[in-house]
């Protein structure tokens, strides 16, 4: 989060105005740089702070948490989002890997958590709700204290992958890209301090994290809210008169199917919703901007790569199925298998050379390519460029699979040929033109006529299927990845 010294001096613009709304709970501007400078205060006194290579958190959603980053970015520590909900043993390993001496864990999760466990490995926990409560008892730090701590240490920060492919990966970068980038953001967005931001995304995730520190750092209020039903993010939408949001496209798309059909224009204050982390399938981005209006905007990107590539209304009229146009301080490759570039609309593995790019993995090799003295971040992510510059999609894979299919394209396909509300295509792990599918109907269909349509529909393309279902519903992530089992 923003540090004290930023909070001081947007105290001076907005002393009173919110800054911060989560549940029940409001604070000015001037309330959010007392609680950081006293939380700065009792984290000093924690045991073996002053060795902490980062702290971590394991809690859903919450004001506190601001006020913890806060306070951590003063003292130039490190403030680490781990998965709640991920299998512990992963979540020890993580600790681990970054050397963590301590852990901010909420109330409603420590429960779940083998305190015994982490004292052995020498890690000590620190429950978030007793840990505020005699918050307004403590002195405010000291500019003094702030820089004798802070002497000795340099800019460090770290991010977790989402795992859902594996153990997730510990991204670090010892340089902050966040002022060229918010700056940007900015004049391309027009974002103001009146903007009033809703966070609904897990916040353990670093582009949650991201855009709620921006907007804080231009004076914006935020929501804080965490995503459960379509109906209660409706309400807080409505209630605080929420201007941007970052939303994955599941939540989107959840949204506007609670409205009747001839309803538009639904939250006339929503003026910015940017989503992106799973496929936008057409359909549902057509929908989503005929009901809400044209606020929605994409984008792509990586926790190793930052953002790269934005797509307003106007490039989604234009190219759907594109995820957007490579911005300034980005550049784009497209490589082959031996890691040749290749020419546009040819589909190969996804390569970024950015300013917001990471320095390496803590627990895994980085995979970098140097062409003409820069270094490129060589994803899993395949796809291709057109002519205009406009990235398109096509699938993760892990390795450069024989046949590089355009998965995107194939699943629009799908979704123009059947009355679906979800489809899932992954290609077979060696490559081949081989795929399992899972669809999800809107109505009841014959099982017959559904296979005897997608084998219709693969021979054109002249791929063979695996496996096929029909599925109730697609398990998601938080963040909109469909759970690979």
């Not at 779940?112 to 730090?141: A, H, T």
């Not at 609309?345 to 320095?359: K, T």
């Not at 406009?390 to 894979?397: G, M, V």
């Amino acid at each position: 989060m923003i540090k004290l010294e930023q909070i001081e001096e947007l105290v001076k613009q907005f002393p009173d105005k919110l800054a911060i709304v989560s549940n029940d709970r409001t604070w000015s501007w001037k309330d959010y740089r007392e609680v950081t400078a006293k939380m700065a205060t009792t984290l000093l006194h924690l045991k073996n702070f002053s060795n902490s290579n980062a702290i971590i958190f394991l809690s859903e959603n919450s004001d506190y948490l601001i006020f913890l980053g806060s306070a951590l970015n003063t003292l130039s520590v490190p403030f680490v989002g781990v998965d709640p909900h991920q299998n512990f043993d992963r979540t020890l390993e993580s600790l681990n890997q970054l050397k963590c001496k301590r852990v901010f864990i909420s109330k409603r999760i420590a429960g779940r958590v083998p305190s015994s466990l982490l004292l052995s490995c020498g890690i000590e926990m620190s429950v978030i709700e007793d840990f505020f409560q005699n918050w307004n008892e403590v002195n405010e730090i000291s500019k003094s204290t702030i820089d004798f701590f802070t002497q000795t240490r340099s800019f460090s920060s770290f991010s977790l992958t989402s795992g859902t492919t594996g153990i997730p990966k510990i991204v670090k970068r010892s340089r902050s890209s966040d002022a060229r980038r918010f700056l940007y953001l900015k004049k391309r967005y027009q974002f103001t301090g009146e903007d009033v931001h809703l966070t609904c995304l897990p916040m353990h995730h670093a582009g949650t994290i991201n855009w709620l520190r921006m907007f804080l750092s231009y004076g914006s209020t935020v929501v804080i809210d965490e995503y459960s039903n379509a109906l209660q993010l409706a309400h807080v939408l409505e209630t605080w008169k929420v201007t941007t949001s970052l939303m994955s496209p599941f939540i989107v798309e959840s949204l506007v199917n609670i409205f009747d059909s001839n309803q538009t224009r639904l939250f006339p204050d929503l003026r910015f919703i940017i989503t992106g982390g799973k496929r936008f399938k057409f359909a549902n981005k057509r929908i989503a901007m005929s009901k809400l209006g044209p606020v929605i905007h994409e984008y792509y990107g990586t926790t190793e790569t930052g953002i790269n590539v934005l797509s307003d209304p106007k490039d989604l009229e234009k190219y759907p199925l594109s995820v957007g146009m490579i911005f300034e301080g980005n550049e784009i490759v497209i490589l082959g298998e031996n890691n040749q570039c290749l020419a546009p609309m040819n589909i190969g593995r996804i390569a970024i050379h950015s300013y917001m790019n990471m320095d390496a993995y803590v627990n895994a090799e980085s995979q970098f390519l140097e062409s003409k003295g820069k270094y490129f971040v060589m994803t899993s992510d395949f796809g291709y460029l057109n002519e205009e510059d406009y990235l398109f999609i096509a699938q993760r894979f892990q390795k450069f699979p024989k046949y590089p299919l355009d998965i995107a394209y194939l699943e629009n396909m799908f979704l123009s040929s059947f009355p679906l509300k979800d489809v899932q295509i992954l290609q077979d792990s060696q490559g081949n033109k081989t795929v399992d599918i899972k669809l999800v109907p809107k109505y009841f269909l014959s099982l017959n006529k559904i296979k005897n349509k997608v084998f219709e529909l693969l021979q054109k393309e002249s791929i063979q299927l695996r496996h096929f279902s029909v599925e109730d519903q697609l398990a998601y992530t938080p963040m909109g990845k469909i759970r690979i089992q």
